[in-house]
Structures are given as C-alpha cells and as structure tokens.
C-alpha cells in the first residue's frame, strides 16, 4: 500500500517537475512495461531512460536524437493514466501506442514503429476451440486496462477482468480462461516469466504502434521526428533492433 501510495504522489509530481527542470520544447516521453517493445531493465514500474530497454524504446530514442528533438523519457504504469497525461499535458508524449480510430483525432501521431497481433491466448493444451470471436463469451477473459484489445473487446460487450501483472502465470494458474494481449508482446512476456510458449486461441486483427504526441506539438517537431524515423526504416536500423529482442 505504501508503495502505491509513493508512486501516486511521484506521478502526480512528474508535470511539475518537468516544467522546473527543462527547456519549454522538451518532449516528455511516458511508456510502460509492454516487453519486448518497452520494459524495465530491472522488472520496476518506474524506471528513467537509461534503465527501459525494448525495441520501440531504441528505435524512439534514435528517432529524437537524430531529429535533434531534446526527451526526456519515463517508465511508469497505469497505461490507461500515461495516455490521458500525453493528451492533456502539452510537451508530453506517449508510447508503444496503437493509432486506433476513437484515439485519432486526441493525438498527432509519429510512426509506425512497430506491428502486433491483437489475440487471445490460452496455455498449451487447452481444449478450448474458438470459430469466431464471439465463441469466447462463454469464458472468462483478462487483459490489462487501456490496452487496444481490453478496449476493442469491451465495445462488443465483453466482460474483461482487469490484470495488472503477470498475465502468463495467472493464465497458466485459471484465474481465466483467456488472456487477451497482444502478439509478440504477449509470447515474450510469457517466456521470460518461464510459462513457455503460449497458443493463440483467437487472432481478431493486426495494428501498428506509434509515437502519439500532444495535439499542441507543433507540426515542424512532428515532421522530423517522422523524417528521422523514416531513415531509421530505410537504413534497416529498426530490423535489425527487432532482430536482437524477437530472435533470441
């Protein structure tokens, strides 16, 4: 509890400290813990730059120094709290983010860094046989909140219990039947937690992920970030970082 308690003053803090510390044009860059994509080095739910690994974290940080763009970047969680931050907040920024069309107009978008699966997942073995999405009402179904896919299925109606950590072992435990996540996101967490290999039981649709800006960046901070990420694809440079997460 107490530990809850500091991490909800801590963010409460974060504008605040942003604006004492910076130049008016640093982008304040929030993520979470979404592996392989961003994560902490140390498994926290805080970390600075220098302790988040990932692919779109390298591939992000590339992007604003090549554009010459001063960040500064933090890790912290809820996801559904960075996204309302990065929309409210001018100067703040928000990653891996899927450019869905309820979000579109909230943001200005940079990208895409990276692509995901949108599915359900269940444990090796699992009888459970779905034809079509609507065959998994009968189970129960975890996601984490402010996902596109906890958010995608909620709008069909679907009840999702919300999971904070640890998906692949409460999955592989029963607290539900399903985990709703997303691919390879989902298969890396489950292997680093050393639940194995996962099946998906469902693929409901594919997304790409981006940058997601303030509406009040301005359009030229926008247009370089875009320009340096579009070398940055053209060099193979973001390949080749996805190659070292997803190949080993």
């Known amino acids: 509890m107490l530990n809850k308690i500091i ?5 409460a803090l974060l504008p605040l400290f942003a604006g004492t510390t910076q130049a008016a044009d640093m982008v304040q860059i929030l993520t979470q813990n979404y592996p392989p994509f961003s994560m902490s080095a140390s498994g926290k739910n805080f970390e600075r730059e220098g302790g988040i690994n990932g692919i779109d974290k390298e591939v992000v940080v590339e992007m604003f120094k090549r554009a010459e763009v001063p960040y500064q970047m933090t890790l912290r969680f809820p996801w559904s709290r960075l996204q309302e931050m990065a929309e409210k907040q001018p100067s703040f920024a928000v990653y891996s983010l899927s450019r869905t069309v309820d979000r ?3 943001f200005k978008w940079v990208g895409p860094l990276s692509e995901i699966q949108l599915v359900l997942l269940k444990t ?5 046989v779905l034809n079509s999405l609507d065959d998994a009402r009968k189970y129960s179904i975890g996601s984490v909140e402010g996902t596109s896919v906890s958010q995608y299925l909620a709008k069909q109606n679907f009840t999702v219990k919300n999971v904070l950590s640890n998906a692949p072992a409460k999955l592989q435990t029963g607290e539900f039947d399903l985990w709703a996540t997303t691919n390879p996101a989902g298969n890396y967490e489950a292997g680093k ?7 998906v039981a469902f693929a409901i649709s594919s997304t790409q992920l981006y940058l997601a800006l303030n509406k009040e960046t301005p359009d030229e901070v926008v247009q370089k970030l875009q320009s340096a990420l579009d070398q940055l694809r053209k060099e193979g ?7 070292r997460y997803l190949n080993n």
């Open 104 to 106: 579109e107009s909230r």
């Open 237 to 243: 440079f973001i390949d080749q970082v996805a190659a």
């Open 193 to 199: 937690a050393g639940i194995g290999k996962l099946e």
């Open 124 to 128: 090796p073995g699992n009888p459970i």
């Open 7 to 11: 991490c909800r003053i801590a963010f």
